[in-house]
């Protein structure tokens, strides 16, 4: 589900789709029909939308180094899509079965190291700073990834922590996008540290809008059941606010949090209560505030018109149903 957005980079995502899906082909034909079917259920195209918008901001003039390093961020980023559904026990993923339960475990994880592959190889054309930038972004998801899972049904865990993760997870990989894109585009030291600290506080806010329509959101809308978090035992902004007030109700979602099997009216019950206790009007507060942090962080000089877009995008992923 691209971005329904005009951000004045429409050619330019046009090549980014066409060149993921030249990357998609290979010579066996199951290998390229399930990495075909992942990118088509992958989401919003947002990190190549921040990478040309930061290349453009930055003063970049023609893009085609930009469009590979995006169409490569975006390979990689549908590769840990896979990998995802696998550890998370996901069943859909935008309205779409996902990949390991379509085609089974085995061949998707051979899908998912075949599309990180083909990132790479686009990505590995670049300079080292760039390569490095790239390469630093996949190893902080991966431990990410790690922590979450030490971590789950863990319901002492703290806002602190819940941000490191995101850091590591989601707002890295959105840093680097940005960052490679300002380097691209011959962005000064100051733009290139800028568009980066905007990108990160971004992809913080990114996920904690996502915590929220998982709480908050349809099936329909969103693709995937809600609740999502409470069943795999992520524990979330919004249950760590919830249970920081030590009443009943607190008492009531801790218990359920805690159980490493929950039935659906275990799942019903902990929405309600998460809805009852005020704490997604108190994440909504903090995302708002890492947007607004994004914002600042364009106080550089930058190309207007891109500079614009940059700031439209903020106020997007606050303020997105999806």
């Given at each position: 589900m691209p971005l329904a957005l005009d951000f004045g980079i429409s050619k330019e995502?046009?090549?980014?789709e066409e060149r993921i899906a030249e990357c998609l082909k290979s010579n066996e034909d199951l290998l390229t029909e399930i990495a075909s079917y992942v990118v088509r259920s992958g989401g919003k195209r947002i990190r190549p939308v921040i990478t040309l918008l930061a290349f453009y901001a930055a003063g970049g003039e023609e893009p085609s180094e930009a469009i590979e390093i995006a169409s490569a961020i975006e390979l990689i980023h549908n590769a840990t899509l896979v990998h995802d559904d696998i550890n998370d026990g996901g069943t859909l993923r935008r309205g779409m079965e996902s990949a390991y339960k379509k085609f089974g475990v085995g061949t998707s994880l051979?899908?998912?190291d075949y599309l990180f592959a083909r990132?790479?190889?686009?990505?590995?054309?670049f300079s080292d700073k760039v390569v490095g930038v790239t390469a630093r972004a996949c190893v902080n998801l991966a431990e990410g990834e790690i922590r979450q899972m030490r971590n789950l049904r863990n319901v002492d865990l703290r806002?602190?922590?819940?941000?490191?993760?995101v850091t590591m997870k989601t707002a890295m990989p959105m840093?680097?996008?940005a960052k490679v894109g300002a380097i691209l585009?011959?962005?000064?030291?100051?733009?290139?540290?800028?568009?980066?600290?905007?990108?990160?506080?971004?992809g913080i806010c990114f996920q904690i809008v996502d915590d929220i329509l998982d709480v908050i959101g349809t099936e329909a809308v969103l693709g995937k059941p809600v609740g999502t978090d409470i069943r795999e035992g992520n524990l979330t902004l919004i249950p760590i606010f919830a249970l920081s007030n030590g009443s009943e109700e607190a008492d009531a979602l801790r218990a359920i949090l805690r159980k490493e099997e929950?039935?659906?009216?275990?799942v019903a019950e902990a929405l309600r209560l998460l809805k009852e206790s005020g704490a997604v009007?108190?994440?909504?507060?903090?995302?708002?505030e890492y947007s607004r942090t994004a914002k600042k962080h364009l106080s550089v000089p930058l190309v207007e018109e891109f500079e614009e877009g940059l700031v439209k995008l903020a106020d997007f992923v606050l303020e997105r149903s999806y």
């Amino acid at each position: 589900m691209p971005l329904a957005l005009d951000f004045g980079i429409s050619k330019e995502l046009e090549r980014v789709e066409e060149r993921i899906a030249e990357c998609l082909k290979s010579n066996e034909d199951l290998l390229t029909e399930i990495a075909s079917y992942v990118v088509r259920s992958g989401g919003k195209r947002i990190r190549p939308v921040i990478t040309l918008l930061a290349f453009y901001a930055a003063g970049g003039e023609e893009p085609s180094e930009a469009i590979e390093i995006a169409s490569a961020i975006e390979l990689i980023h549908n590769a840990t899509l896979v990998h995802d559904d696998i550890n998370d026990g996901g069943t859909l993923r935008r309205g779409m079965e996902s990949a390991y339960k379509k085609f089974g475990v085995g061949t998707s994880l051979v899908a998912g190291d075949y599309l990180f592959a083909r990132g790479f190889e686009i990505g590995g054309r670049f300079s080292d700073k760039v390569v490095g930038v790239t390469a630093r972004a996949c190893v902080n998801l991966a431990e990410g990834e790690i922590r979450q899972m030490r971590n789950l049904r863990n319901v002492d865990l703290r806002a602190e922590e819940y941000i490191d993760t995101v850091t590591m997870k989601t707002a890295m990989p959105m840093s680097s996008g940005a960052k490679v894109g300002a380097i691209l585009g011959g962005g000064t030291d100051a733009q290139v540290k800028a568009l980066a600290d905007y990108g990160l506080n971004l992809g913080i806010c990114f996920q904690i809008v996502d915590d929220i329509l998982d709480v908050i959101g349809t099936e329909a809308v969103l693709g995937k059941p809600v609740g999502t978090d409470i069943r795999e035992g992520n524990l979330t902004l919004i249950p760590i606010f919830a249970l920081s007030n030590g009443s009943e109700e607190a008492d009531a979602l801790r218990a359920i949090l805690r159980k490493e099997e929950k039935t659906e009216s275990d799942v019903a019950e902990a929405l309600r209560l998460l809805k009852e206790s005020g704490a997604v009007e108190q994440a909504r507060e903090a995302a708002g505030e890492y947007s607004r942090t994004a914002k600042k962080h364009l106080s550089v000089p930058l190309v207007e018109e891109f500079e614009e877009g940059l700031v439209k995008l903020a106020d997007f992923v606050l303020e997105r149903s999806y």
